[in-house]
């Protein structure tokens, strides 16, 4: 799984795997989220949770500066030692694990409520995770080709959202700035979930062709992030008003409606299956980084194994959820203890990694 020549990515491969992992199915939840406490200025909290991966990118720019070829499953056993620092890994590697299942729970939501009611939750789950597990055992550059074909239906489909302009009304978006600034920071929080990903690039960064590029990644990355996410809450609140939005489950799913085609009857339905492939494409990435940190830790383990290991706990773990509203009362407390030890693990290990010899420093 390891193999650089398997896993070499270029710098717009990159970018599109980072902007896959981070977009998903938090995107379509999102005004939800952040109309509790920031009303119709929810748009302002959510370029501002961008901050999260900002951060989080930046410092690890810094790292890869003077660590090019070394990814933080390396560098956490160089700041820590083997034992704490497998220890830690181990820790990622469940944080992976949780972002894969809630990705698999709420995508086989999406289609126990919109798509396939008809469906069992087992059975959706097996197959998503079957096709997840298959999609991430190509490896790295085979996963950077998909999320480079996804990304493009991504921005077909958050472009046509813009009909949306003829059903809505400005006025949904007004007054401008009635929410405190303490309430629409404090709304960040609930976007915790939606902007996590950005650490497949700690991951993927040794495995980048063109090493001065990776800035260039990271910020695009996270510039493309901030406009999809712009737009998907503006143009809710714009089309739904803020009194509507928490009435729907998905509230950007019914942005689509102002979307009239003469052919089809609903184009919502057609939104919600194209936008269930990029929550596979994100599932699936998730998988990969859950495969690839387990495979570090227990490096003799043949990749088949580690594979059925992943497949399994993700069955059982997305089972738990129950339903959507049980996930997502999960994911409220999670995603904080998710991105609390994300902050903290990159944080420390910046800082140690500032105070040794970089590897282009050392005899």
């Given at each position: 799984m390891n193999n650089p020549s398997n896993n070499s990515v270029d710098s717009r491969q990159l970018i599109f795997l980072s902007v896959g992992t981070i977009v998903g199915i938090g995107a379509l939840s999102l005004p939800n989220d952040l109309v509790k406490k920031s009303g119709q200025d929810a748009w302002i909290a959510g370029i501002l949770g961008a901050v999260f991966p900002l951060y989080l990118g930046t410092l690890w720019l810094f790292v890869a500066k003077k660590y090019?070829?070394?990814?933080?499953?390396?560098?956490?056993?160089?700041?820590?030692?083997?034992?704490?620092?497998?220890?830690?890994?181990?820790?990622?590697?469940?944080?992976?694990?949780?972002?894969?299942t809630s990705v698999a729970s709420g995508l086989c939501n999406i289609f126990l409520i919109s798509l396939a009611s008809y469906q069992t939750q087992l059975k959706l789950?097996?197959?998503?995770?079957?096709?997840?597990?298959?999609?991430?055992?190509?490896?790295?550059?085979?996963?950077?080709?998909?999320?480079?074909?996804?990304f493009f239906i991504t921005i077909i489909l958050s472009s046509i959202l813009v009909f949306a302009f003829k059903e809505g009304n400005y006025r949904n978006l007004l007054p401008v700035f009635q929410a405190s600034p303490v309430n629409i920071i404090k709304s960040t929080k609930e976007s915790l979930f939606?902007?996590?990903?950005?650490?497949?690039?700690?991951?993927?960064?040794?495995?980048?062709?063109?090493?001065?590029?990776l800035a260039g990644c990271i910020y695009k990355t996270i510039f493309i992030v901030i406009g999809i996410y712009f737009?998907?809450?503006?143009?809710?609140?714009?089309?739904?008003?803020?009194?509507?939005?928490?009435?729907?489950?998905?509230?950007?799913?019914?942005?689509?409606k102002a979307v009239v085609i003469p052919v089809v009857s609903n184009f919502r339905l057609i939104f919600?299956?194209?936008?269930?492939?990029?929550?596979?494409?994100?599932?699936?990435?998730f998988y990969f980084l859950s495969a690839f940190t387990l495979k570090d830790i227990?490096?003799?383990?043949?990749?088949?194994?580690?594979?059925?290991?992943?497949?399994?706990?993700?069955?059982?773990?997305?089972?738990?959820?129950k339903d959507e509203i049980t996930r997502r009362s999960i994911n409220s407390r999670l995603a904080v203890i998710d991105a609390i030890f994300s902050v903290a693990y990159t944080t420390v290990i910046a800082f140690i990694c500032h105070l040794k010899k970089g590897a282009n420093d050392e005899s």
């Open positions: 090019p070829d070394k990814n933080i499953l390396d560098l956490s056993k160089l700041c820590f030692g083997k034992i704490l620092g497998t220890f830690l890994n181990f820790l990622l590697f469940l944080m992976f694990l949780y972002r894969t789950l097996i197959v998503f995770l079957l096709i997840g597990s298959i999609t991430a055992y190509k490896d790295l550059r085979i996963l950077g080709r998909l999320n480079t074909l996804i939606a902007y996590n990903g950005i650490e497949i690039i700690f991951i993927a960064s040794p495995f980048l062709v063109e090493k001065d590029k737009w998907f809450v503006f143009i809710t609140i714009y089309f739904l008003g803020i009194d509507l939005i928490p009435k729907y489950v998905w509230s950007v799913s019914t942005v689509p919600m299956m194209f936008w269930s492939v990029i929550i596979f494409k994100t599932l699936s990435n227990f490096k003799k383990v043949n990749k088949k194994i580690i594979f059925i290991v992943i497949f399994i706990l993700s069955l059982y773990l997305s089972l738990q959820y």
